[in-house]
């Protein structure tokens, strides 16, 4: 029977990796799989080889020290993993990349599911990417042409969030009924809070963002706004629970429910750069995108970065479909503006919805299943 090893190494990549799983196991019901990931993961069938707690970090710094954790982990994988038919590394791109190219050399077929962001910063990386991997699985159409002229098989198979989140056939009655479900009022402006699930960004971000909710409330003279914040895990809705403590006059509703409900529910969201975004774009939620980072790894991103935005809607368009404000920009004052004037916009124009549709259409590949059948297609090779 056909054995898969396949590592992810953060709850987004245990979630992609969840639907490549269970993809693959609809097409070979006898395979095994074994390597890193999250409950999503286990739940379908991973024999573990390590906890996923083990490479959960952030930033520049933070991988410089643990360097040696992370050296002595990726030995440990490299020998359990090489009796394995073909290796699956899910995003986490510096240590799985790296492990794909020790495993090639071992002649294991390897697959990487999610092209680094090469359209965006360090383009240098696409020769060193050929090296580590048989074929690149790819989320946004324009990234295999990314790849032309190299030696990287890249292939397209759409992103499993524009599989997942149908577009909407009648927004508003969509609002009402996600409002319902999560017990918020009718009446009145919602406006969805998304800071980030970890705690360094809730830390980070989740001042900032009830600031800049407060200041909203304050400036514009809302008297009927409501806030919805999802956390759906335990430890950040106890971090959240403690921010929204200091704004006693604040109405914030924190909700177990995941992001999409709340962005369903919501009439506008303040959200970190990052995935985030996307919901809000396959929902039809109009946003405005921000992002704060210790100053030295932003900085260092910066000046390798080879887009003017950051936010996913305006990268995929082309040009600032959304707001975005980052780094020395940002301040309370100024993301409770950006969401007033937004507000107002979504209410007078329909082109945004116009362009999200577009966006949302280009997004359909297969998702899961087409990243299966290329997954199946190396065994033997």
Not at 106 to 131: E, L, N
Not at 303 to 323: K, Y
């Amino acid at each position: 029977m056909p054995a898969i090893g396949i590592v992810a190494g953060e709850a987004s990549g245990d979630v992609l990796g969840g639907e490549l799983m269970s993809a693959l196991r609809k097409r070979a019901p006898e395979v095994e799989f074994a390597g890193v990931g999250g409950p999503r993961m286990q739940r379908h069938g991973m024999r573990s080889l390590a906890d996923i707690d083990n490479l959960s970090i952030n930033g520049l710094v933070q991988p410089v020290l643990r360097l040696p954790a992370l050296w002595g982990l990726m030995n440990q994988l490299e020998s359990a993993l090489q009796a394995v038919d073909v290796f699956v590394g899910v995003d986490f791109n510096v240590f799985n990349l790296r492990l794909e190219w020790r495993l090639r050399r071992r002649r294991i077929p390897t697959a990487h599911y999610v092209s680094p962001s090469v359209y965006a910063w360090r383009r240098g990386r696409v020769q060193r990417i050929g090296k580590s991997t048989d074929v690149v699985m790819t989320l946004f159409p324009f990234e295999p042409s990314i790849y032309e002229g190299t030696d990287v098989r890249a292939e397209f198979v759409g992103h499993p969030l524009a599989e997942e989140i149908a577009p909407p056939v009648d927004r508003a009655a969509d609002q009402r009924r996600a409002r319902e479900l999560l017990g918020l009022r009718h009446d009145g402006s919602t406006i969805a809070l998304m800071p980030g699930s970890r705690e360094s960004e809730l830390k980070r971000m989740g001042p900032l963002f009830l600031e800049a909710a407060s200041e909203m409330v304050r400036i514009g003279s809302m008297t009927s706004v409501q806030f919805v914040v999802p956390c759906p895990h335990d430890r950040a809705r106890c971090k959240m629970e403690s921010l929204v403590a200091a704004h006693p006059g604040l109405d914030v509703s924190i909700v177990e429910s995941g992001s999409h409900e709340a962005l369903r529910a919501a009439d506008l969201v303040l959200v970190k750069a990052g995935t985030g975004t996307l919901e809000a774009l396959l929902t039809r939620t109009p946003m405005v995108v921000t992002y704060l980072a210790d100053p030295i790894s932003f900085a260092i991103v910066r000046r390798m970065m080879h887009t003017s935005h950051i936010a996913l809607p305006n990268i995929l368009a082309g040009r600032e479909l959304v707001p975005e404000l980052l780094q020395d920009v940002v301040s309370p004052r100024r993301l409770a503006e950006a969401l007033l004037g937004e507000l107002r916009r979504c209410r007078e124009e329909s082109e945004l919805m116009r362009e999200f549709d577009k966006i949302h259409r280009s997004l359909l590949g297969g998702g899961a299943d087409r990243a299966a059948e290329i997954v199946l297609s190396l065994l033997g090779k």
